[in-house]
C-alpha cells in the first residue's frame, strides 16, 4: 500500500493547473517556487495526463490496437508516404521550371 502523500489533494491539483498554464516556464522553476521537487511535479503532471486520458476513453490504459485499426494505419501511412512523394516531385518541377522562366 503507498505511503499518503504529504500534499493535499488540492495542491496537487492547482500545481499541475499551474505547470498547465505556464509553458514558458520550466518544472524545476514552478517546483521551486511551491517547494516541491521539479521530479515529483512532474509525476502529478503525468498522472493526471493519464487521468484525462483514461476518462475520455482514450488509449491510456495500454489497450492493444484491434487488427482492423492497425490495418487501416497501414494503409494511411502509405497514403502519406506516396503523398509526399507526389508533393516532393512536383516542388523540384516548380522549382525547375521557374528557373527556366527566370533565363
Do not use: C
Not at 505547470?19 to 503525468?46: A, F, K, M, Q, Y
Not at 484525462?52 to 494503409?75: I, M, N, Y
Amino acid at each position: 500500500m503507498p505511503r499518503p502523500s504529504k500534499y493535499p489533494e488540492q495542491f496537487r491539483r492547482d500545481a499541475v493547473e499551474l505547470v498547465r498554464s505556464s509553458p514558458d516556464r520550466s518544472l524545476r522553476e514552478i517546483g521551486r517556487e511551491l517547494g516541491v521537487n521539479h521530479e515529483t511535479l512532474r509525476g502529478w503532471v503525468n498522472a493526471a495526463k493519464r487521468a484525462e486520458q483514461t476518462s475520455a476513453g482514450g488509449r491510456g490504459g495500454g489497450e492493444e490496437v484491434s487488427p482492423s485499426e492497425r490495418e487501416e494505419l497501414r494503409r494511411l501511412r502509405r497514403r502519406v508516404a506516396e503523398l509526399e512523394t507526389e508533393k516532393d516531385i512536383l516542388r523540384k518541377a516548380a522549382a525547375y521550371f521557374a528557373k527556366e522562366m527566370g533565363r
